[in-house]
Structure formats: C-alpha cells, structure tokens
C-alpha cells in the first residue's frame, strides 16, 4: 500500500470498525462490522474514499450506478468528482410513481460501473446485477469502498463481474495492527 492508503485504512478502520457479535445481510454471524454510515457521514473520510475510487473507476464507465442505501452517497461524490451521472438502483423496483428499479437515467445499452460501501459474499451486488443486465445495462465492475470478501477470493465471480476495492479487510486490519 501507497503512505496514502495506510493513512486512509488507518482513518477509516480507526472510524468504523465495531467489535462484538453481528448478523450480516448474508446471514452470517461477524465479531466484527465496519459501520459505513460512519465514514460515510464524515464529509472528509468520504471524499477521500471517493477521490480513491475515481482512481480504479474503468475508463469506459457511462454512468455510476449506486446501491441502495449505502452506495448512494458515495456515487453522488464519485459523480461530482468525475462529471459522470450517477443512477440510483433500489433494492426493489418502487410500487409506485415511475416504478423503476434504477432512479435516474436510463441504463439500456450504458455501462455502468456499480459503486457500493462494502462487500462480503455481494448479495445485494448480484442482485443489482442482474436487475440492471435485465434493464440492458452492461455491467461488469463493481467499486466498493471495503471489500471484506477472503483474501484472493472474487465472491462476484459467478455473475462475471470483477471486484475492485478501496480498501480490503486485510488492508485494513494491517492499519489495525501497525496503530498499535
């Protein structure tokens, strides 16, 4: 890692990591959690995560494509850095209004290039997946902010979609180590 991102890791494990017992959106039980909402929150962390992402955004990206609820934030920073539109894709298509899934610009035949705060096994990433392929979107990237997925381990592999990260659970728990 680059000064730049051990300081990065540091703040950002420094901010959101939580210990005790903790049930993840997967099922699975976590002694530890990172609270995103709590660098999210923090004008200053979530630039400087933004800033990074920017940097392994691919270069073909039409359009940001950030998760409910998580994600949103982050994309609308990683739009304004970048001039990219972002869409904001829901959990579930609304029932109501315009109906849609993806809130913003039309994603049929766009690439767009998923933004997320953290990643496990990337439940909630697949299923945007295939909801946006569906709506004819090219999808193939997903940039998160903490990807906490085993080490050397793609969870996103079987929806053919590549992994890139911010920061890594390992990343992460090095800052960790180094801090004490």
């Known amino acids: 890692m680059t000064t730049v991102d051990r300081e990065l890791a540091s703040d950002i494990d420094a901010c959101c990591r939580l210990t005790g017992s903790f049930t993840l959106r997967s099922g699975q039980q976590a002694t530890e959690y990172f609270d995103k909402y709590l660098f999210e929150g923090d004008a200053a962390l979530l630039s400087r995560v933004a800033r990074e992402m920017v940097q ?9 494509g950030g998760l409910e609820l998580g994600g949103v ?21 609304k029932t109501y209004g315009t109906c849609k899934l993806a809130e913003g610009r039309d ?6 290039t998923l933004i997320e705060d953290v990643i496990t096994t990337g439940g ?15 999808v193939e990237v997903v940039v998160c902010a903490i990807d906490r ?15 890139r990260a911010v920061l890594t659970k390992a990343e ?3 800052a960790r180590n180094a801090a004490r």
Do not use: C, W
């Open 56 to 64: 392994i955004l691919p270069s073909d990206t039409e359009l940001l």
């Open 73 to 93: 934030p982050i994309a609308t920073m990683v739009s304004y850095l970048t001039g990219h539109s972002a869409v904001f894709v829901r959990k579930q298509a």
């Open 107 to 112: 994603v049929a035949g766009r690439r767009v």
């Open 124 to 138: 909630a990433v697949r299923d945007a997946t295939r909801a946006l392929r569906e709506a004819g979107a090219i």
């Open 149 to 163: 997925s085993p080490e050397g381990e793609n969870p996103l592999a079987d929806v053919g979609l590549e992994v």
């Open 172 to 174: 992460l728990d090095a």
